[in-house]
């Protein structure tokens, strides 16, 4: 990585060890950086170069499986996604995603994110059972139709939403970003018939309505999904049901 044009970023990192008597602390490494260095490489420089015991999550590198969503400088990023020279600064702090549990210094569970999302029924329901075990045919939509819902079916599941979220950080029983917009998507679905199931599920005292649209969920989306839109469209939705 050395080279006359390497510079120098002092990362702050969280430090927490469930095993030890330690309470979570920062430590703080210097490493070398050139331009297109993502937070990510830091990160690996530090753990095979530093100090091999920090853990965190990393998987393909490329923006596409949401693994390595931490906050940097108290905003949620994807570390492989984003350079170190976008801070302009000679230290960033590097912490776990806020709003879900803590299981070892940057990682953390998305178990609680995930249980809402299943809550949800994120699959396509029919009524002709019949048929989906044995299809004689496929189920047709219109391109216009898809193209009603389509953003928001590329969530990678980075929880960087629920991270963002005012609402999810006060509530923790609040269905969150991800769960709500999902609903959306598949209440849209014109293949789907399975609304009524949901519009239960997120109606209640923790669902859509705690919702403020504060839309720091849009904001932080690494993949421009939008859910604070999703999430409203459902609201009209619900009260158009009414």
Known sequence: MANESTKQVTFKIYRYDPEGNRPPYFQEFTIPYIRGTTV?????????NLDSTLAFRRSCRM???GTCAVLVNKYPHLACHTQIEEFNSD???VEPLANLPVIKDLVTS?????EKHRSIKPYIIRGDRKEMDNPTAEYLQKPEELD????FTDCVGCGICVAACPTSASDKLFLGPQAIAQCYRYCKDTRDEGEKDRISLVSNGHGVWQ???SGACSEACPKGLDPALAIQLLKRRLVSRA
């Open 40 to 48: 990510l490489d830091g990160l690996i420089y530090v753990q095979e």
């Open 63 to 65: 923006a596409i499986c």
């Open 148 to 151: 009603e819902f389509m953003q």
């Open 91 to 93: 230290k960033l702090t």
């Open 211 to 213: 919702c403020h649209l």
């Open 110 to 114: 998305l178990d609680p994110m995930f």
